[in-house]
């Protein structure tokens, strides 16, 4: 779960949401985000938030999906998390980051829940945009080899792997 903590520090710097990215940034960058964390993240439901904003507040509530009891709950939390992420990357397919933060939740996510078919795109414009980002794609590779369902792309896997030793 460290590896949805670290993504939430891993927001661009040219939104116009810039000084509430930072303090994201600082948060979350070393601290998996408390049940009342996370809610006060998803509780900031602003129509103007930019789509890096709107994604992380949709991985904030796949994350916590993990805090609930109620089935129904866990499920309602993910689905609608999921929905934002997915809208924002709607709105901007080439981002490397919302690529990023969908492809974390895919890796991590429970199978039954059969949000898994994306992955191999995001990866695949993951490694393509990897040297011509200014995020931290080193820590960000080391959080996807991290994912659960990480052993199933093998060959992912391991090009992942080149990128940290380049």
């Keep these: 779960m460290i590896c949805f903590c670290t993504i939430l520090v891993l927001l661009l710097n040219s939104e116009n949401d810039s000084s509430e990215i930072e303090k994201s940034r600082l948060k979350f960058l070393f601290e998996k985000p408390s049940k009342e964390e996370l809610k006060t993240y998803i509780g900031d439901e602003e129509s103007n ?17 993990e805090h609930v009891f109620s089935p129904f ?30 492809l974390i ?29 200014s995020l931290p794609a080193g820590q960000m590779v080391k959080n996807m080899l991290n994912a659960k369902h990480i052993e199933d792309y093998e060959i992912w896997k391991n090009t992942l792997k080149q990128l940290l030793n380049e």
Aim: charged share 20%; glycine share 6%; proline share 4%.
């Design 73 to 102: 709950s866990k499920l309602s939390y993910f689905y609608e998390g999921r929905d934002l992420i997915d809208q924002s990357i709607e709105e901007k397919p080439n981002n490397p980051e919302l690529r990023y933060i969908r």
């Design 49 to 65: 938030q930019s789509n890096t904003i709107q994604a992380y507040r949709g991985l904030s509530m796949t994350l916590m999906a």
């Design 105 to 133: 939740v895919q890796l991590n996510a429970p199978g039954f829940l059969g949000y898994n078919e994306s992955i191999a795109e995001d990866l695949d414009l993951f490694v393509t945009m990897f040297d011509q980002t």
